[in-house]
């Protein structure tokens, strides 16, 4: 099956500083990936539509300049956290869409800050 | 606003069959997915529903009635490695999914 990956698995960084989280779809093409949160024992919330070569599209209450997605090929997508913060502590999730339409989701990333 | 609700927690025992409600309420519906989820892992995909009526996938199966904004997973022969998270999950456009509240399943020997 189609296999997403995500790095790192686990970050630690201080508050203040920024963080990139990076999105990779192995065997196939991903024009659109997605972003989600998902708090401990919550359910996943959609950050944010990343498409390749566009800005991204962000969900009502999320903020862009906090979460900086860039798509810049058809096979990775990434998130930056800028100036995290302890609120930020979260499981950053994402997903990548194939031609067929299938979302096949990567295996997370858990950020701490510090 | 969006909801989809799911119980909270759901416990079997081995061998059984237990069944996982989801109720929604979305902006737009374009099919009704089932991920499952260990603790710290990915979702993976376990089964959908685009049309009302009943999806079996091995173990899994799926039903939809959506003139009840209503969908459930039924699993059968539990094993303990099903024990885990469980999230309905609708397709409101553009493949964008809003996921449920999630059921944690826990079965017993």
């Known amino acids: 099956g189609a296999v997403v990956s995500q790095h790192p698995s686990r970050v630690i960084c201080k508050s203040g500083t920024s963080v990139k989280i990076e999105c990779r779809s192995l065997d196939f093409q991903a024009t659109t990936m997605f972003w989600y949160r998902q708090f401990p024992k919550k359910s996943l919330m959609l950050m944010a539509t990343s498409n390749e070569g566009s800005k991204a599209t962000y969900e009502q209450g999320v903020e862009k300049d906090k979460f900086l997605i860039n798509h810049a090929s058809l096979t990775l997508s990434t998130l930056t956290v800028t100036s995290a913060h302890p609120e930020d502590s979260s499981f950053y999730i994402c997903?990548?869409?194939?031609?067929?339409?299938?979302?096949?989701f990567g295996p997370g990333t858990r950020l701490t800050v510090l | 606003g969006q909801s989809l609700e799911q119980p909270s927690e759901v416990t079997a025992v081995e061998g059984a069959i237990v069944q996982i409600n989801c109720t929604y309420q979305?902006?737009?519906?374009?099919?009704l997915s089932w991920y499952q989820q260990h603790d710290g892992g990915a979702p993976t995909f376990l089964s959908y529903n685009a049309l009302d009526g009943l999806e079996e996938t091995g173990r899994f199966s799926s039903f939809l009635s959506r003139s009840d904004s209503y969908g459930y997973l039924l699993l059968q022969e539990l094993q303990m490695k099903d024990s885990a998270s469980y999230f309905c999950a609708v397709n409101t456009g553009f493949q964008k999914l809003v996921f449920g509240t999630g059921t944690r399943l826990l079965v017993s020997p």
């Open positions: 997903s990548a869409m194939s031609s067929y339409n299938e979302q096949f």
């Open positions: 979305t902006s737009g519906f374009y099919g």
